[in-house]
């Protein structure tokens, strides 16, 4: 029996209805840097797809905000990393990106449209928009107040623009999400532990967002 791959790109025409219409240029609280996209990059993202959530998806619709630190670097040098296609120690499969990363004075870069798929945590890129921010060294939750109010302007914007996100997390409360029943994973044992970015900017961002209708978990 042949297998029937759903295709969450055919969903998205009917969702985008729903929909409002795109924020003013001058709302717009990033600018854009763009990492490499070619139809390699869309190879590597059909292949993972497949394997990971049993369809195809270049295209998502966001129904939750997961938030990240970096752990390391510069704003610049996260970029060049993200820049690649291929994941430089993975075997050529699909590198790591995110949406989003916010430097640690609350600059905004956006890395591709942010309905693209990017792979920046396990078992929700199918539907989650990654915002990363620089910084997380050692462990240590030292984001600063200025990316706690950039992370709220853009997740405001975000929500504003996509009334289908439903939730925020952070990559560590990734366990707590399930309950969302978004989580999706077809690879036994495929998990990674995480930290970031850490509950108290978590708190942070639930204090001046969760009013917005937006669902957080606890710390
Ligand atoms: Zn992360």
């Known amino acids: 029996m042949g297998k029937v791959f759903f295709h969450c790109a055919l969903i998205f025409c009917a969702a985008i209805i729903f929909m409002s219409s795109p924020a ?18 869309d190879e590597l993202i059909d292949e993972y797809t497949l394997k990971h959530y049993g369809m195809i998806c270049r295209e998502i619709i966001p129904q939750a905000v997961v938030v990240h630190w970096t752990a390391f670097g510069t704003l610049e040098s996260n970029w060049k990393f993200f820049y690649a296609e291929e994941m430089p120690d993975d075997e050529g499969r699909l ?15 956006r890395l591709m449209p942010e309905t693209k798929f990017a792979r920046h945590i396990i078992g929700y890129n199918h539907c989650a928009i990654g915002i990363e921010n620089v910084g997380g060294y050692n462990g240590r939750e030292d984001l600063t107040e200025a990316q706690l109010a950039a992370n709220v302007r853009l997740i405001k914007w ?7 996100i439903k939730y925020v997390f952070g990559h560590y409360q990734q366990g707590k999400a399930r309950a969302s029943g978004l989580f999706i994973e077809n690879v036994p044992g495929y998990y990674a532990i ?18 917005d209708g937006l669902i957080f978990y606890d710390e």
Request: no cysteine; proline share 7%; net charge negative.
């Open 194 to 211: 995480k930290t970031d970015p850490g509950p108290k900017f978590m708190r942070g961002l639930r204090e001046e967002l969760e009013g």
């Open 158 to 164: 975000l929500h504003e623009k996509y009334p289908t």
């Open 95 to 109: 590198n790591v990106a995110s949406q989003f990363i916010v430097d640690r004075d609350g600059t905004i870069l």
């Open 24 to 41: 003013q240029a001058e709302d717009v609280p990033f600018t854009d840097k763009f990492i490499l996209w070619t139809e390699h990059r």
